[in-house]
């Protein structure tokens, strides 16, 4: 397996403020990293694709300029919430995949926004 | 547009007794599929893969079986264990493209 951190675990924010989550691949350089969100009870939806080095490519329906994704090296990429609304609440995780190539994504722990 | 499905919400079964989970997908491009357990408040670990060029793989307790033309693939656990107790999740890629998730059965593991 791999080891994939996030933090913070977990986030509590008031309305109309911004949130830095981070995601580090601890023992191997991730050239990819995915960012995912969870509502309860529901599948994880992936929200954008993060190249180290370029621009993120964001699924349809979710907003850039409100998601801020960085990948800034091998081992980290951060997903900011901008102006955090109470619809945002929810469970973000991140994933990462290796190199090498294969389908596997290995996920951090996830990190519950909740926003007030 | 859900193209991975599982159509069970929950799932209980008896220890020692063999747990079936199963999936459906409707886009035949999908070339890999995973199946990942995850428990509240934590992120998904990956369990066990198959490729689409296969029709079983195993691993220990886990067998992962995919039948193409149904386009319906199961996870197999035997014998099922307390532990085992999570939210499971299958995915699909193409390509090594992005993974698709199913919405996820939640398996209860009771003694």
């Known amino acids: 397996g791999a080891v994939v951190s996030q933090h913070p675990s977990r986030v509590i924010c008031k309305s109309g403020t911004s949130v830095k989550i981070e995601c580090r691949s601890l023992?191997?350089?991730?050239?990819?990293m995915f960012w995912y969100r969870q509502f309860p009870k529901q599948s994880l939806m992936l929200m954008a694709t993060?190249?180290?080095?370029?621009?993120?490519?964001?699924e349809q329906g979710v907003e850039k300029d409100k998601f801020l994704i960085n990948h800034a090296s091998l081992t980290l990429s951060t997903l900011t919430v901008t102006s955090a609304h109470p619809e945002d609440s929810s469970f973000y995780i991140c994933?990462?995949?290796?190199?090498?190539?294969?389908?596997?994504?290995?996920f951090g722990p996830g990190t519950r926004l909740t926003v007030t | 547009d859900q193209q991975v499905k599982q159509n069970s919400p929950s799932l209980s079964v008896q220890e020692g007794r063999i747990s079936i989970l199963n999936c459906d997908y409707t886009?035949?491009?999908?070339?890999?599929f995973l199946w990942y357990k995850k428990y509240p408040a934590e992120g998904p670990t990956f369990l066990i893969s198959?490729?689409?060029?296969?029709d079983k793989n195993e691993d220990g307790r886990f067998t992962v079986f995919l039948n193409k033309s149904a386009k319906h693939l199961s996870l197999h656990i035997v014998p099922s264990q307390p532990g085992d107790s999570a939210v499971y999740f299958c995915?699909?890629?193409?390509?090594?493209?992005?993974?698709?998730f199913g919405t996820g059965t939640r398996l209860q593991v009771f003694p």
């Open positions: 994933s990462a995949s290796r190199p090498t190539g294969g389908h596997e994504q290995y």
């Open positions: 023992d191997f350089q991730a050239t990819t």
């Open positions: 993060s190249n180290e080095g370029s621009k993120a490519t964001y």
């Open positions: 886009n035949s491009m999908f070339d890999y």
């Open positions: 198959i490729s689409s060029i296969k």
């Open positions: 995915a699909a890629s193409r390509n090594t493209d992005k993974l698709i």
